[in-house]
C-alpha cells in the first residue's frame, strides 16, 4: 500500500467553482500534511500545511484534515483558470516526506 | 524568504559521463535535503534524504553507487549521476527542510543524457 494516495483525476471545474482535492495516507505516525501545485515543467509550490484536525484556511484555499480517517483534503474557492495544474499531497513521517501521484486540475473558462 | 537553489538547470551530457547538480538553501539552513526524479506526465519520485555531515538514506530501488549524494553543509547538497546513460534523462528536483512545517523546493534540473 502506498503511502499517500490520491486520485488522478484529471479533475474539471467551472471557473468560479469550488474545487475538492482529496488525499488518503496511511501511516497514523504522520505528522504534518502538504498540499503543493505543479505547473507542467516546473518543481512544486508549496500551497498551504496542516497538522491539526479540523479546517485551515488561507484566502481561497482551505486544507481539511481528519487524522482518524487518515484524509487530508484541499478546496478551492473561487477556482480561477490559473489554478490548473497539479496537486500534490504530500505527508511528513519523521525526517521522511512522502508524495501521492497528484491531482491534474482544469479550471474551464 | 526560504529559497532555494540548483545549478545548473538545464543540462545535456553524452552516454558514460559523470553529472553533478547543486542544490543551495540561499537564506536558511536546511538540516535535511531531499532528492527526487520526476519523469515526463509521472509524480515525484523521492530518491534519498540527505542530512548534514551523514550519509544520505536511499529509497529502495535506488543505486546509492550511481547517485552520489554529498551534504557538506547546512547551506549545500549535491548530486553526482555516475556513467549517466539515456535513461537517466529526467527532472531532478531538490527541497530542503529548514522546520517541521518548511519544505521548499528548488526550480529543478533537466538532465538529457544523449
Known amino acids: 500500500q502506498k503511502e499517500v494516495e490520491q486520485n488522478s483525476g484529471p479533475l474539471s471545474v467551472p471557473e468560479g467553482a469550488i474545487a475538492s482535492l482529496n488525499c488518503t495516507y496511511s501511516d497514523r505516525g504522520s505528522q504534518s500534511f502538504f498540499w503543493y501545485r505543479q505547473y507542467s515543467g516546473k518543481s512544486p509550490e508549496l500551497i498551504m500545511f496542516i497538522y491539526s484536525n479540523g479546517d485551515k484556511e488561507d484566502g481561497r484555499f482551505t486544507a481539511q484534515l481528519n487524522k482518524a480517517s487518515q484524509y487530508v483534503s484541499l478546496l478551492i474557492r473561487d477556482s480561477q483558470p490559473s489554478d490548473s495544474a497539479t496537486y500534490l499531497c504530500?505527508?511528513?513521517?519523521?525526517?521522511?516526506?512522502?508524495f501521492g501521484t497528484g491531482t491534474s486540475l482544469t479550471v474551464i473558462p | 524568504g526560504a529559497v532555494v537553489s540548483q545549478h545548473p538547470s538545464r543540462v545535456i551530457c553524452k552516454s558514460g559521463t559523470s553529472v553533478k547538480i547543486e542544490c543551495r538553501s540561499l537564506d536558511f539552513q536546511a538540516t535535511t535535503m531531499f532528492w527526487y526524479r520526476q519523469f515526463p506526465k509521472q509524480s515525484l519520485m523521492l530518491m534519498a534524504t540527505?542530512?548534514?555531515?551523514?550519509?544520505?538514506?536511499?529509497e529502495q530501488g535506488v543505486e546509492k553507487d550511481k547517485f552520489l549524494i554529498n551534504h557538506a553543509s547546512l547551506t549545500l547538497s549535491t548530486l553526482t549521476v555516475t556513467s549517466a546513460h539515456p535513461e537517466d534523462s529526467s527532472f531532478y528536483i531538490c527541497?530542503?527542510?529548514?522546520?517541521?512545517?518548511?519544505?521548499?523546493f528548488g526550480p529543478g534540473t533537466r538532465l538529457l543524457v544523449l
Open positions: 527541497s530542503a527542510r529548514d522546520s517541521p512545517a518548511g519544505n521548499y
Open positions: 504530500a505527508v511528513n513521517v519523521g525526517n521522511q516526506f512522502y
Open positions: 540527505s542530512n548534514e555531515g551523514s550519509k544520505a538514506t536511499y
